[in-house]
């Protein structure tokens, strides 16, 4: 088959122009890369996929994720295999967008998708050009479409159910406090009452800063105020300096997955199929296996069906994962993220710690082919 067209310039989108030569990207705006949302933290996979791309981005290394209460009793310690890395995806996908089109794919900017139509012998698109203001439309036989508008994105609300568990991550930075933090770690907040559903956390990001941030549901409207007690505890207890957090940045948390990622002709990635982590809404890795995934089966497909057929089995053991981390999250939230940790993850004994793998921390081993 034909390279696909892919609407949206995200890393999702970015990524399937990057490694599918030839593909043809819509993107609305006239930059990538922002708005800036994300803490930018990947497992050392994305390192190896991405390979000079992204080890040319990359801005800190961490061993261990130690998870604490709000008065900085350690619940926990999670040594994380081959370590997490924090990378910067303005930097990352900047470079994603120069690297495609140095391999034949065609990035278009400030060009808005109105419309689709699929059927078994065309897909048509609707093209807004920023430009000149002018709408065309456009058709394409034996190419698949490939929509990575993101969660909200005009397109992809079209084709896909409304996902049910949005949260809003808030993050910024800050000097470092009195209190001593490992460079090497990175620590996550448990409390059930200013975290609902979700958790903070603190990333030491040079020798005088941190990263401070955390999320909310969607639709809980003391997001805000939660935020500003978050900082200010800190503050007390040496964590910052300051309760305000300078450079503030955000954006949404999907932690939904739809499982209807795929339809005739049509492919929803990274955010706008729910294609992330559940526990944390991460969606670096699932995207880059998801896009692999896409370029193996149209490597080998003639057509639609064939295509369909290689892209579900490739997709298989990434599925049942989101599905195990799906149900584990649901438990964990269920009870409780705080008292989970307390009354489950202590029985470990946390001077040791547990070892976890970032992406996999279902199952761990299972799953090591990409």
Not at 96 to 116: C, F, P, T, V, W
Not at 195 to 203: Q, T
Not at 244 to 267: A, C, E, Q, S, W
Request: hydrophobic share 40%.
């Amino acid at each position: 088959m034909d390279p696909p067209i892919i609407i949206g310039g995200g890393f999702a989108g970015l990524s399937n122009a990057y490694f599918i030569q030839g593909s043809t990207l819509y993107e609305e705006h006239d930059k990538v890369g922002f708005p800036q949302h994300c803490t930018g933290l990947v497992s050392r996979r994305v390192i190896k996929i991405l390979g000079s791309l992204a080890e040319e981005t990359i801005l800190g290394y961490y061993k261990r994720i130690v998870i604490k209460d709000l008065e900085l009793k350690t619940l926990s310690i999670l040594n994380v295999r081959e370590g997490v890395y924090r990378v910067d995806r303005v930097k990352l996908e900047n470079l994603l967008k120069e690297e495609a089109e140095n391999r034949g794919s065609l990035i278009m900017m400030n060009k808005k998708i109105l419309d689709i139509n699929a059927s078994s012998k065309e897909t048509c698109i609707s093209i807004l050009d920023y430009y000149d203001h002018d709408v065309k439309k456009t058709c394409f036989s034996n190419r698949i479409i490939v929509i990575a508008d993101g969660v909200t994105g005009f397109i992809s609300r079209r084709f896909s159910k409304k996902s049910k568990d949005l949260y809003l991550g808030l993050q910024g930075f800050q000097e470092k406090g009195s209190y001593h933090i490992d460079p090497e770690e990175i620590i996550v907040f448990v409390d059930d009452r200013i975290f609902p559903g979700y958790f903070g956390w603190a990333i030491p990001v040079s020798e005088r800063k941190m990263l401070i941030g955390g999320a909310w549901p969607l639709k809980y409207r003391d997001k805000r105020r939660l935020m500003k007690l978050f900082t200010r505890i800190l503050m007390k207890k040496g964590v910052i300096k300051d309760e305000k957090i300078y450079n503030m940045f955000g954006g949404l948390i999907n932690r939904d997955f739809d499982k209807t990622f795929h339809k005739p002709n049509i492919v929803l990635a990274g955010d706008a199929a729910g294609f992330v982590k559940p526990f944390t809404g991460g969606g670096l890795y699932t995207s880059l296996y998801q896009v692999l995934s896409i370029k193996n089966s149209l490597d080998r497909a003639s057509e639609y069906t064939d295509f369909e057929n290689l892209y579900i089995r490739h997709l298989r053991p990434i599925i049942s994962q989101l599905y195990l981390q799906r149900k584990f999250t649901e438990l964990t939230y269920k009870i409780g993220l705080e008292r989970f940790v307390r009354n489950i993850l202590r029985i470990s004994d946390i001077f040791l710690g547990i070892e976890i793998d970032y992406d996999y921390y279902i199952l761990p081993r299972s799953l090591n082919n990409i």
